[in-house]
C-alpha cells in the first residue's frame, strides 16, 4: 500500500522553468526522501530530509517539509532538459529501513 | 564507493519456474531491502535484512523469499512465477537498520519478464 500521493502526476515545462512537486503522507514519518527514476531504471536519491527540518537545499533542489499537514515539496529550480524523469518521494517509519513511496510525478521538461 | 549491484540486469522466464536475483550492496552498508515496482501497484517494499536476519517483510505471498549472507550481499527467491510477477526488482542498501535518518541507495534494478 501506498503512503501517499504526489502531485501533479504528471508535470510539462520548458527548460529554465521551476518544477514544484508535492506529495502527501498518512502517518508519521521519521524522514522523508525524494528520488528520481529515469525510464525505469533504478533511483537515484536526491536529498533526505528529518522530520525536525522544515526546509533543506541541495544545489537546484529545495525540498520542505510540512509535518502538521503531513506534506512536503520538491522544487527544482532553473531545470534543464536532463531534468526529465519520474520523482518520488518515499517515507520512512519506525525503526526499520521500509520506505512507502507514492506514485510519483513525471516530469518532462522541453529543450 | 562502487554503487550497489544488483544481477541479472534482466531476465525472462517462464509461469511455474523460479528466480533468484542477486544484490550487492555498498561496502559498509549492513542493511538490504528489496523492492517490487509494477506500473499498476507502484513501489512495494519486499522484505528489509539486517545482519543476515530478516528484520522487516512487506505483504506479499510466500513464494518470494530472500536471504542475506555474512558480507551483506543479499538475494531474494521467486518460487512458481505467475505472470503477475513481471517487475522491475529494486535493491537498496543502508548503514543501519534501526534508528537514526540515513539514507537508502538503490541498484540498477532486475527486469523480471514472466512469460
Known amino acids: 500500500s501506498q503512503q501517499g500521493e504526489e502531485d501533479p502526476q504528471a508535470l510539462s515545462i520548458q527548460e529554465g522553468e521551476n518544477a514544484t512537486m508535492n506529495c502527501s503522507y498518512k502517518?508519521?514519518?521519521?524522514?522523508l526522501q525524494w528520488y528520481r527514476q529515469n525510464s525505469g531504471r533504478g533511483l537515484v536519491h536526491l536529498i533526505l530530509?528529518?522530520?525536525?527540518?522544515r526546509e533543506k537545499h541541495s544545489g537546484r533542489l529545495r525540498v520542505t517539509l510540512d509535518t502538521s499537514k503531513k506534506s512536503s515539496s520538491l522544487l527544482i529550480t532553473a531545470s534543464r532538459a536532463a531534468d526529465t524523469a519520474s520523482y518520488f518521494c518515499a517515507t520512512r517509519s519506525g525503526g526499520y529501513n521500509k520506505l512507502i513511496f507514492g506514485a510519483g510525478t513525471r516530469l518532462a521538461v522541453h529543450p | 564507493k562502487a554503487g550497489v549491484t544488483q544481477t541479472p540486469r534482466y531476465l525472462i522466464k517462464t509461469r511455474g519456474q523460479q528466480v533468484t536475483l542477486s544484490c550487492s550492496p555498498i561496502?559498509?552498508?549492513?542493511?538490504v531491502s528489496w523492492y517490487q515496482q509494477t506500473p499498476g501497484q507502484g513501489l512495494q517494499f519486499l522484505f528489509e535484512y539486517f545482519s543476515e536476519t530478516q528484520r522487516n517483510k512487506g505483504n506479499f505471498p510466500g513464494r518470494f523469499s530472500g536471504r542475506q549472507f555474512s558480507n551483506s550481499r543479499s538475494e531474494m527467491n521467486v518460487s512458481t512465477l505467475e505472470l503477475g510477477d513481471s517487475a522491475l526488482y529494486l535493491c537498496?542498501?543502508?548503514?543501519?537498520?534501526?534508528?537514526?535518518?540515513?539514507?537508502?541507495?538503490f541498484g540498477p534494478g532486475t527486469r523480471l519478464t514472466v512469460t
Open positions: 530530509i528529518r522530520s525536525n527540518e
Open positions: 502517518t508519521s514519518i521519521n524522514n
Open positions: 537498496a542498501s543502508s548503514l543501519v537498520s534501526t534508528g537514526g535518518s540515513y539514507e537508502q541507495y
Open positions: 561496502s559498509g552498508h549492513r542493511s
